[in-house]
């Protein structure tokens, strides 16, 4: 069993900047993923590091802007977001336990944490 707990969400204005944190607890052996839901759409894939931390995945909104990192000695995934924009606006979740191929779909996750809203003020 996993536990994921997000933090470092908030209100910013466009072009700014917000680091997110997953603190993970159990087995962490795993990708981390990010996904993310706007109000009245569906959750959508955003990046994905490897279990080694040596490959990741980015959306082609966010590459470029964003940085998914993870430091397992302190169990914890990061989302590392630049250059927001208002359509950055979302509930922001993170992910792992992957049993997929490819780790950029929801139903690949086996858990996932409560999310963390972020806004984006224009």
């Known amino acids: 069993q996993v536990q994921l707990v997000e933090s470092g969400g908030g209100l910013v204005q466009a072009g700014g900047s917000l680091r997110l944190s997953c603190a993970a607890s159990?087995?962490?052996?795993?990708?981390y993923g990010w996904f993310r839901q706007a109000p009245g759409k569906e959750r959508e894939f955003v990046a994905t590091?490897?279990?080694?931390?040596?490959?990741?995945f980015y959306a082609d909104s966010v590459e470029g802007r964003f940085t998914i990192a993870r430091d397992d000695a302190k169990n914890t995934g990061y989302l590392q977001m630049n250059s927001l924009k208002p359509e950055d606006t979302a509930v922001y979740y993170c992910?792992?336990?992957?049993?997929?191929?490819?780790?950029?779909?929801?139903?690949?996750?086996?858990?996932w944490g409560q999310g963390t809203q972020v806004t984006v003020s224009s």
């Open positions: 590091i490897t279990r080694s931390g040596r490959s990741t």
């Open positions: 159990g087995r962490t052996a795993s990708n």
């Open positions: 992910a792992m336990g992957c049993l997929g191929s490819g780790c950029r779909k929801s139903h690949e996750y086996a858990y």
